[in-house]
């Protein structure tokens, strides 16, 4: 038998679609909203309990539309954190690397620094592969620079099966000095060692809660690079344990072929309101630039090919999420899309990741034109250092109709969650170079929808999320003021009180 619980909520601000409305009451019956009415009329006897939120905002819930879950937790507990900042030199850095190593003399030893590394220490490089042997003589070990830049010793090129320059596929960067490979790679993550079902598992559980959840996040898309990721997903969703709610991508080809996941059978969707099949993931392009940051064409498809992957996917149902950070690999995108709409109605909605980060001004009309959700990430505008007058032009986007998906694509590179409040912040009151205003800059409501209700739009879960209305799942979140009345500067700093999943409480004290 399902338990009937009523959560009775007095609220001065909150969301219903697109409007604000100044005080309302909001009954929840199980673990979806039944009924949304003026403030203080429906009658308290009809809950079993009563949150007064005393000046307090009811929100909905945050859709995360794309990160690494299982990563970024698993990195918390196996992986060395060397940041910038905290760090400001390579010399600061080694010396922890080699206390870590002392520590964990035996195995795989990764560390997880920030993107741009060489723009963020002292030496203005990246750490060489001599330095890393100097620690690490017999035993792997990588740094990552956000996650499509590795710095190797030379134990961890071989495990990889990176030392020989001339056997690797054409989109993996190979930084060379007179003496030969430095150790800095791009795109040779997906080699890095993955972390079994029960480690998963428990990091999950240790920090889900923390990361995710207390940042008001719940419901989030993530990449799952291993069988084992999923199985860990599947085994806490089992257990009731999953704080908020998760559509696994399967990445391609590192978890599985295109073919491996069509002969299994389900589409997308498959699943219930707490952990779903998403589709798959997969890599039009990587860094889209050397170790170093130079301009590099790491296209790893063919016209052709692509068109035949994403055709193959749409007709078993499923979903392609398309990362591509070059404005080459988005137009490609975008015409592989355009191809195959001309043929046949679309099954699924696909996705350009990234797609709104790099898009090129003079390409908006036409990639706004094509059926193609775009995804933004807008805490890359601070931590990536890219504040180019061209990156990430929501205004515009947003102008031309596109309702951008909003992702924290948090990694582990960037240490501690990645706040959506703070993105919208940084969305909404970005300023250029000098100081100025932005013309990228979005609404703060506008950036509550790429948070809300275009997130869930972008996964085909607009009906059931993104906005507090009667019948959508009570997914919410208490924070302690309103960000539509709030500097947009000000929002890092409004905190999330409490999050609800289905009516309950996942993080937070009652009040
Ligand atoms: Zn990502």
Not at 206 to 231: P, Q, W, Y
Not at 425 to 454: C, D, K, N, Q, Y
Request: with cysteine; proline share 6%; net charge negative.
């Amino acid at each position: 038998m399902t338990l009937r619980r009523r959560l009775f909520a007095r609220t001065n601000a909150l969301l219903p679609g697109r409007q604000s409305l100044a005080g309302a009451d909001v009954l929840v019956s199980g673990s979806r909203i039944e009924r949304i009415a003026p403030a203080r009329t429906i009658p308290s006897a009809e809950a079993d309990e009563t949150i007064d939120l005393d000046g307090a905002v009811l929100l909905p819930g945050f859709v995360d539309g794309h990160c690494h879950l299982e990563l970024t937790v698993t990195g918390r507990d196996h992986h060395v954190a060397v940041h910038t900042p905290p760090y400001t030199s390579l010399t600061q850095i080694l010396e922890q690397l080699s206390r870590a190593r002392r520590d964990r003399p035996k195995g795989w030893l990764i560390a997880r620094s920030s993107f741009g590394l060489q723009h963020k220490v002292h030496e203005a490089r990246l750490p060489h592969r001599d330095e890393l042997d100097l620690i690490s003589p017999d035993e792997p070990l990588a740094v990552l620079a956000g996650l499509h830049v590795a710095c190797l010793n030379t134990r961890a090129m071989s495990v990889l099966g990176l030392s020989d320059p001339t056997a690797l596929p054409s989109w993996i960067d190979i930084d060379l000095d007179a003496a030969g490979p430095t150790g800095a790679f791009t795109e040779v993550w997906d080699r890095l060692p993955t972390h079994s079902a029960s480690e998963v598992v428990q990091s999950l559980r240790r920090h889900s809660r923390s990361l995710f959840s207390s940042l008001g996040t719940t419901s989030l898309s993530t990449i799952s690079t291993s069988a084992e990721d999923v199985r860990a997903l599947h085994r806490l969703a089992k257990l009731g344990e999953l704080p908020f709610r998760v559509r696994f991508f399967v990445h391609v080809p590192r978890t599985a072929s295109l073919s491996e996941v069509l002969s299994w059978g389900p589409e997308s969707g498959f699943g219930d309101d707490m952990l779903r099949f998403g589709g798959v993931k997969i890599f039009v392009d990587g860094e889209g630039a050397t170790a170093y940051g130079e301009p590099k064409d790491d296209t790893k498809w063919s016209p052709a090919e692509l068109e035949r992957f994403v055709e193959a996917a749409d007709e078993a149902g499923i979903q392609v999420l398309m990362h591509a950070v070059t404005p080459r690999a988005i137009r490609l995108a975008c015409e592989v899309v355009r191809s195959i709409a001309s043929r046949r109605t679309l099954a699924v909605r696909h996705r350009i990741e990234h797609g709104a980060d790099y898009v090129d001004a003079e390409a908006i009309p036409f990639v706004a034109g094509t059926p193609v959700g775009l995804v933004a990430t807008p805490h890359f505008v601070e931590s990536a250092g890219s504040d180019a007058y061209d990156f990430q032009p929501l205004r515009a986007l947003i102008d031309a109709g596109v309702d951008v998906v909003g992702a924290s694509d948090a990694t582990g590179t960037v240490p501690d969650g990645v706040s959506p409040m703070r993105a919208i912040g940084l969305a909404a009151g970005r300023r250029t170079a000098a100081g100025a205003p932005s013309p990228h800059r979005i609404s703060v409501r506008e950036g509550l929808s790429m948070f809300g209700e275009w997130a869930a739009q972008g996964v085909n879960e607009d009906h059931e999320k993104g906005s507090i209305e009667v019948g959508k799942l009570a997914d919410f979140i208490i924070a302690g003021r309103d960000p539509l009345t709030a500097d947009p500067e000000e929002l890092a700093e409004i905190a999330v009180l409490s999050t609800f999943v289905a009516g309950e409480r996942m993080t937070g004290a009652a009040r």
